[in-house]
């Protein structure tokens, strides 16, 4: 059985349209360059990597 919005390898039908499911959590708000200090060196700060860009 298909369940609405979700498409298994066995569903063959292509009636349904498809829609994102989220991850569960919270969103992710930091840069990939933030997050990876964050994991190396232990700093947690806020990421204003977009403010500088402007």
Same mark, same amino acid.
């Given at each position: 059985?298909?369940?609405? #919005? %979700?498409?298994?390898? &066995?569903?063959?039908?292509?009636?349904? &349209?498809?829609? /994102? +499911?989220?991850?569960? #959590?919270?969103? +992710?708000?930091?840069?990939? %360059?933030?997050?990876?200090?964050?994991?190396?060196?232990? +700093? %947690? /700060?806020?990421? $204003?990597? $977009?403010?500088?860009?402007?």
């Amino acid at each position: 059985t298909c369940i609405k #919005g %979700h498409r298994s390898t &066995a569903c063959q039908h292509s009636d349904r &349209a498809l829609f /994102v +499911i989220k991850r569960k #959590g919270r969103p +992710i708000t930091q840069c990939s %360059h933030c997050r990876e200090l964050r994991k190396t060196q232990k +700093i %947690h /700060v806020k990421c $204003n990597c $977009n403010e500088k860009k402007k």
